[in-house]
């Protein structure tokens, strides 16, 4: 495991990477990180909808362990995640590697392409297969939708801020680990916690809303009333609660 002052660098280093990224290269993997997050939800969701309302804990801990795997893939395997570049390009930032207006025009491509990856699993493989289309998952889909939607402003801004905050330290710890089983092992508990809580994920909300939508069950006048708190909200947990936070603390004075 790399000293948090390694992982500092390590972090400022991929926040430059990610900015010097080709449009192309941002395109295929921005879909990459919005379609691997789904498909997380969409186990989510298959391993869930049949358990009974009176063991909502054990629902939580089920689903929490198997919606990870769209991280893991996206850090091991590459993809490009909004929320996790809110907090390694935050501390390039920090840095003073890079302007606040690169990390704007960062954000707005990969949440751009995280939003169509989200959008075309939970339209192809949810409604069109239909994994998200028969009982009991058609119903779960729309409770999850509704749950998230039913949060005003600040409850779901707040929401944001807890599962950023963990969505960071994830990544934080991927840069941590030196091979492959720890960096697997720093990903997963985290994600499977921020899960397992209840908190609000934009780049998930825009699979499991859109998912309710393509079921007749949400509307995206709903899904845009949700997503800006959250995201707003993750934009915090990602840069303050980690990025600054950690930035501020290890970083080598002269």
């Known amino acids: 495991m790399f000293t948090p002052e390694e992982i500092l660098q390590k972090s400022i280093t991929a926040g430059v990477n990610k900015l010097q990224k080709t449009m192309l290269a941002k395109a295929i993997l921005g879909f990459i990180g919005g379609a691997m997050i789904s498909i997380g939800f969409l186990a989510y969701v298959r391993v ?3 358990i009974p309302k009176d063991l909502a804990s054990v629902k939580a801990l089920v689903g929490g362990a198997v919606f990870p795997i769209g991280l893991i893939i996206i850090l091991l395997a590459g993809g490009e995640l909004a929320t996790g570049n809110m907090m390694a390009v935050g501390t390039s930032i920090f840095a003073k590697k890079a302007s606040f207006m690169d990390y704007i025009k960062n954000l707005v491509v990969i949440t751009f392409f995280n939003f169509i990856g989200a959008v075309f699993v939970a339209y192809f ?4 297969v239909g994994l998200t289309h028969a009982a009991p998952f058609q119903q779960a889909v729309i409770s999850i939708a509704a749950a998230k939607t039913g949060a005003s402003f600040v ?5 944001g801020i807890g599962c950023n905050w963990l969505v960071g330290i994830a990544v934080w710890l991927a840069f941590g680990a030196k091979d492959a089983a720890g960096k697997i092992m720093g990903i997963w508990f985290p994600i499977m916690i ?13 699979f ?7 079921e007749g069950g949400s509307t995206w006048m709903l899904f845009f009333q949700n997503f800006v708190p959250v995201y707003l ?3 915090i947990g990602g840069v303050i609660f980690v990025s600054g936070s950690y930035y501020f603390s290890y970083m080598k004075k002269n």
């Open 194 to 206: 921020f899960v397992a809580v209840g908190f609000q994920h934009s780049i998930a909300n825009c």
């Open 48 to 50: 869930t909808a049949s």
């Open 125 to 128: 493989f949810g409604h069109v």
């Open 233 to 235: 909200g993750n934009i």
């Open 155 to 159: 409850p779901a801004f707040v929401s």
């Open 208 to 214: 499991i809303i859109p998912a309710a939508i393509f």
